[in-house]
């Protein structure tokens, strides 16, 4: 794969290779009002960050302590497990830690990493606690992610083929390797990491920021095709809009390739129009600069990582399992907002077209008759709700 930002015209080649070929400087513009450049921190390249872990921050002694104590504290209250704010999980030390990890969110590089939580150290209901307590100091709002009002979606894959036997919707198999994509729904997107496997699983995030440069001065005409309202999306519901966004000063990216193409759970029906070519080499080159970009990092069981889910693509390499082995991949995900901090969403992003989360703004109603269900653990046939472990 060779990248030249020096005017070339991307094009793609072969088996998925992205290549820049020297040639006159493109007369495509750009969409109207696009940047022809983003120089910000969210414009960050894989080399920038592969050296110091700057996105990792590990929890000290102390932190534990404080941490351990809110968990006491709030479980005196009596209180359902979903009830969990900066007010009754208190973290007086940690929070201008955590504040300033927000910020990084929003105005930095669009993601971090919190590491010491170890799982042998909580029950599952203690874990979950733990996990929305911190939570609940970088985002407050927490959104349903599924039509019967799911909180938490488990995304598995294990090493007894048991898999396919859940049902898609809280607990959704997840099996191999994913594409870059960004989630359909949440300003913030948080994962809980409770695999089981020895070695530990792998994460891969690109900052579309350092796309979007690369296609600036290359490929105009891509950024074109993305931010065109004919993107035709079968999930959550059928409806078209763009895949890219320019508002407030921001880009803004939405989509997964499984809601565009289809995959193994998701399938799109046969009746709906398929992208065309000028879509697919659009999606193509996306794919392969991402990966030219990207940063990779070990994920250990027990991490908390957050994701701005409107700036930054995120894919998984496929789980190796021991052989003999009943390991398991497991990742508890939220969906969040800060409202203090939350980027203004363009007319058109997140309207489904009815349904839950006609706008993302349904998703995260905090109406007293909205339903919630907290699956804490994935069920394949019964729902298990957080509220019977508020005590």
Partial sequence: MVLNDRGGVATLQG?????????????????????DRVSTRMAWHGSDLRETEQYVYELTVADLKEISE????????????????????????????????????????????????????????DSTIVFLGIQSYIAELRGRQTGSGDMIVHLISDNEQSVPALQPGASRPSDGSISFHTDEVGDILAFQDRSTIKHGTRAVLASFYAVYNTLAATRPDVIETLAKPDWLFFYPHYHRRPILFYHDGKLMLNFAVESLLGSTYWRRPVEYLKPTAI?????????????????????????????????????????TFEEGTTERGHLARLCLRNEKRRWKLPVGMGDWGGGLGSSWDEVFDQGEKVERIWNIEPMPNAFFPMRQYGT
């Fill in 15 to 35: 088996h998925g290779t992205l290549q820049i070929k020297d040639s006159d400087p493109s007369p495509l513009l750009l969409p109207h009002g696009f940047p």
């Fill in 70 to 125: 809110a968990l006491s504290a709030f479980k005196t209250l009596g209180l359902d497990g979903d009830i969990v704010t900066k007010d009754t999980f208190p973290l007086p030390t940690l929070q201008p830690k955590l504040e300033a990890l927000c910020d990084e969110l929003h105005q930095g590089i669009g993601f971090f990493l919190i590491r010491g939580l170890g799982p042998q150290n909580y029950s599952v209901a």
């Fill in 279 to 319: 879509q697919l080499e659009a999606l193509s080159l996306l794919q392969n600069i991402a990966q030219a970009h990207a940063v990779r990092f070990h994920v250990e069981p027990g991490d908390l990582r957050f994701i701005n889910n409107l700036a930054i693509l995120h894919r998984r390499d496929v789980y």
